[in-house]
């Protein structure tokens, strides 16, 4: 009931510039807990949107943005965002690709309809289901062409991911080292605590725990907030199982757990997983396999996350001489998430 609530009210919100036009609207701009604005967008850049409404120039920051829309855009966009907030990323590149970008005549329009091509890409390869490099140029070039575009941290943000997943990671420190120059400290602190996935994943287990414990300890606050500390507590826990402080992490890993809803997908996938890795350094196969277990039958929506339990439970099953479902688990890795790190380990 909440996810049909949630797609009409999104529906509302595509729909609703295109309601209002024949009453003198244009372009469309909505901050989170605030009335929309209709007018004529005038200028943006990296850190805010200015719209003229009602004979007065109106300043949004990006931060703010909870929608935005532009005057003739093709009806494809629209319903393109709805699919990418929904998840259906394979629906909105069908529709992207259906708009002739070269009969657009408006740059604000064209550089929207460029990013969330190359967003739906881009978080289908995090998934493992498309090539990563492919899908990094798009958002590298749209980074280049369009650098005062509103989407920029954004573009910075899964550039670097894209990096990660590709093992590039002096490309993912140095757009992570970018996204910390926001204005804003919600994307610092998660610049922060993406780059020390970065060190974590290269083995720099000191540096990624000291950064992962900075963002812990901030004074972020809100739900989002809470939850970047709670994922940043995740990566300490990550980081204990690789230095032998197992037990402590452990406890850390049941804490996070305890306190995290159930639908927060990636939040329980990440923190299920380091669990596991804690269980496997003390060689504990089953609790271990009790732990991305969880991950593999609750929170497959965490691709990378999903694809990291599909690869321990290939060798975990294997250990514990169930080879049908060690096969299961790795015929499931292969087609899913093919273009992924743990397929290619495989």
């Not at 414990?213 to 204990?240: F, H, T």
Request: proline share 2%; charged share 25%; net charge positive.
């Amino acid at each position: 009931m909440a996810h049909l609530a949630r797609n009409i009210i999104w529906l509302l919100l595509v729909t609703m510039p295109t309601l209002v036009r024949g009453q003198g609207g244009g372009d469309f701009v909505q901050t989170v807990g605030k009335a929309p604005s209709f007018g004529t967008i005038r200028n943006m850049s990296t850190n805010e949107i200015i719209i003229s409404s009602n004979g007065r120039d109106l300043k949004v920051p990006v931060n703010e943005l909870k929608n935005v829309s532009f005057r003739n855009e093709p009806s494809e966009l629209k319903r393109a965002r709805l699919d990418i907030a929904n998840g259906n990323y394979n629906a909105a590149l069908t529709k992207l690709r259906k708009i002739e970008k070269t009969e657009i005549q408006s740059a604000y329009v064209r550089q929207d309809v460029e990013f969330y091509e190359a967003l739906a890409g881009s978080r289908l390869a995090l998934a493992g289901a498309l090539e990563p490099k492919e899908v990094a140029a798009k958002m590298f070039n749209f980074v280049k062409t369009s650098p005062d575009n509103y989407h920029y941290y954004e573009a910075l943000d899964v550039l670097g991911r894209l990096a990660l997943a590709m093992g590039k990671y002096a490309a993912a420190e140095d757009f992570f080292d970018k996204l910390e120059k926001a204005p804003w400290k919600h994307l610092q602190w998660k610049a922060i605590s993406l780059r020390a996935t970065a060190q974590l994943q290269q083995g720099k287990h000191s540096e990624a725990l000291q950064n992962f414990e900075r963002v812990a300890n901030s004074d972020i606050g809100g739900a989002a907030g809470e939850r970047q500390k709670s994922l940043a507590r995740v990566g300490m826990v990550a980081c204990w199982s690789q230095t032998g402080e197992i037990e402590r992490g452990i406890e850390l890993a049941k804490e996070v757990i305890k306190q995290a809803e159930p639908d927060e997908i990636e939040l329980n996938a990440r923190a299920y997983n380091a669990l596991g890795s804690c269980f496997l350094k003390q060689k504990k196969h089953k609790y271990a396999l009790l732990a991305f277990l969880q991950t593999d039958l609750l929170y497959q929506g965490q691709g990378d996350a999903h694809a990291e339990a599909l690869y321990q439970l290939t060798k975990l099953w294997d250990q514990l001489d169930k080879h049908d479902r060690a096969r299961q688990a790795r015929n499931v890795l292969k087609q899913r998430y093919s273009n992924s790190l743990w397929a290619k380990r495989m």
